[in-house]
């Protein structure tokens, strides 16, 4: 197996034998299997889509394949499998879509070959066999180093973004232009030569897909929950029966707590689930208590802990500890073996196993820390905010945020908020903020000093607020007392880079490594067009920006 496709990637350059995140070799093969195959699809589909036919299953399946090959997703064989077998029939469906389209406007066909005809084998040792050849390496022996790794690049976007997407379209929003970009990236990717400049641009396309994803999934959670509102939430247990949900889908949580009203339960969050208390309709709920525990790498040790049950609705799940592996839940596109899968209409087995499990015996201590601040909440306090820099009360403003992840060197993030000038906010966002979010920054004027934006994909908020500050001062992005600090570790942060540098956004210090897949003539051209820097030392880089 050959996988860098995260940031905890083995030796910093690959992880050949065993994958760090528990991704084996055959669950290895059969995502870069189902990953061709999805591309295969999208040749169809692109094509199919340029004459003006498109096909919603053909569409939402795209974007399910494609998250299920993101880290810390699906690590099941068997749930492997059928997806592969499934995206050999959606890949017929996608054919006949587009011979009908050409033939209904006279055109003649392409017959396009590779991942397009490619029969997937019948039983699992046969996938894993054809698996193994569409993998990273091959990629590299055919185009070397920096173009196989641009390609990877732009492939971790859209990953990244396909899981937007699909949280998008749970809560019922989509939008056609979205599929029709995703089958356009997964087409490209199926080329024999390219430039690096046409990868390049292909990845900022991507970037800006993601924002429009990252703009519809806003309008999805707000649509369904309302804006966020600044909360204070618990964290710590109370007394009684517990289930724990995991992971970044709110219509998830939503259901539980409806299927759990008035059995006694309390719901806690964990981990990209914590600014769901910030949501009013979802804060309504008066058994949802409060958050547990850190970020998702945390996990083995915190659930061993639990007293309940567990879901897990989407990445990033870990081996499944001994201790509690019969009360561990997946539910959508995660999966780990062994561990039962719910469906969000049914999550009673999950109520059973928290009603069996022991609960909280009793109260933990009061402390609370307080989330809710996405753009509407900021926005609403923008002329506060706007004073206070005014008369130099807030004279910078930094975003820390981004993955957490169990590698060495994270402790730059906390160090880094902790070393912040008392005369500057903290914006943050993703699992990321666990490293300094149970912190006092007290505040400024009333505002506080440590903003929690939300899940990852509010970096959407995080544009939107730089972008009022940015009016309000009539000075560039790039200008304003605005630095971004941000930590990644997966596909949705790749994601979300890109969406940045789509927007023109500089300057950015990016960590705890660089990917493994930007080889040094990549990065020095995203030095030279974004001046993208690697993380040195709190010390070094908080003087660099204030001078
Ligand atoms: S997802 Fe990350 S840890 Fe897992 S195999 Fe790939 S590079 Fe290694
Ligand atoms: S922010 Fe990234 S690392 Fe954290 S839980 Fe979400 S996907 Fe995983």
Request: aromatic share 8%; net charge neutral; glycine share 10%.
């Amino acid at each position: 197996m050959f996988c860098y496709q995260c940031e905890q990637t083995a030796k910093g350059t690959g992880c050949t034998i065993q994958g760090v995140c528990g991704k084996d070799a055959q669950t290895a093969a059969l995502q870069d299997l189902l990953l061709y195959l999805t591309k295969g699809i999208s040749m169809y589909a692109h094509r199919a889509g340029q004459l003006g036919a498109r096909d919603r299953e053909i569409d939402v399946f795209t974007i399910e394949a494609l998250f299920s090959t993101v880290t810390n997703v699906n690590f099941d064989p068997e749930r492997l499998k059928n997806l592969i077998h499934k995206a050999s029939e959606i890949r017929e469906k996608a054919k006949a879509l587009y011979e009908t389209a050409a033939k209904k406007t006279g055109i003649s066909t392409e017959k396009p070959g590779g991942p397009a005809v490619l029969v997937p084998a019948g039983d699992l040792a046969g996938l894993v066999k054809q698996g193994e050849e569409f993998g990273v390496l091959g990629r590299k022996a055919k185009f070397g180093e920096d173009i196989a790794g641009l390609l990877e690049l732009l492939t971790y976007g859209l990953k990244g973004a396909a899981a937007y997407a699909d949280h998008a379209h749970i809560l019922g929003v989509e939008d056609d232009s979205v599929y029709a970009s995703f089958h356009e990236g997964l087409d490209f990717l199926t080329k024999e030569k390219y430039t690096a400049d046409e990868i390049v641009g292909m990845s900022l396309k991507a970037g800006e897909l993601n924002f429009k994803i990252m703009e519809l999934l806003d309008k999805a959670n707000t649509g369904a929950y309302g804006h966020p509102v600044p909360t204070k939430v618990r964290v710590e247990p109370v007394k009684g029966k517990a289930i724990l949900v995991s992971g970044h889908d709110l219509k998830d949580l939503e259901e539980l707590l409806m299927q759990t009203e008035g059995k006694g339960i309390n719901i806690y969050t964990h981990g990209e689930m914590l600014p769901a208390h910030g949501y009013p309709k979802l804060k309504a709920y008066k058994h949802l208590v409060g958050n547990y525990g850190g970020a998702w790498q945390d996990q083995i040790k915190e659930f061993d802990k639990f007293p309940g049950a567990i879901l897990m609705t989407t990445n990033c799940i870990q081996r499944p500890g001994a201790s509690y592996i019969n009360r561990i839940f997946t539910t959508g596109l995660v999966a780990w073996p062994g561990a039962k899968h719910v469906t969000r209409k049914d999550f009673s087995p999950v109520i059973n196993a928290a009603l069996a499990a022991d609960g909280f015996k009793e109260d933990g201590s009061n402390q609370e820390i307080l989330v809710g601040f996405g753009h509407n909440a900021v926005l609403g306090v923008a002329d506060k905010v706007i004073d206070a820099v005014k008369s130099g009360k807030i004279k910078h403003f930094f975003l820390i945020g981004g993955c957490d992840g169990a590698k060495s060197g994270r402790n730059y993030y906390t160090d880094f908020a902790k070393k912040v000038p008392q005369d500057s906010v903290i914006l943050t966002l993703a699992c990321g903020k666990y490293r300094f979010n149970k912190l006092d920054f007290g505040a400024i004027d009333g505002i506080p000093r440590l903003l929690d934006i939300g899940q990852c994909n509010d970096a959407y908020s995080a544009i939107q607020i730089a972008l009022a500050l940015s009016k309000a001062f009539v000075l560039p992005v790039n200008e304003l007392p605005l630095s971004l600090i941000l930590s990644w570790y997966e596909q949705k942060a790749v994601a979300i880079l890109l969406t940045l540098l789509y927007l023109g956004i500089k300057n950015i210090r990016l960590g705890p490594s660089l990917p493994a897949f930007v080889t040094p003539a990549v990065l020095s051209v995203l030095v030279e067009n974004f001046n993208i820097k690697p993380i040195s030392t709190p010390d070094a880089d908080i003087k660099a920006i204030l001078g």
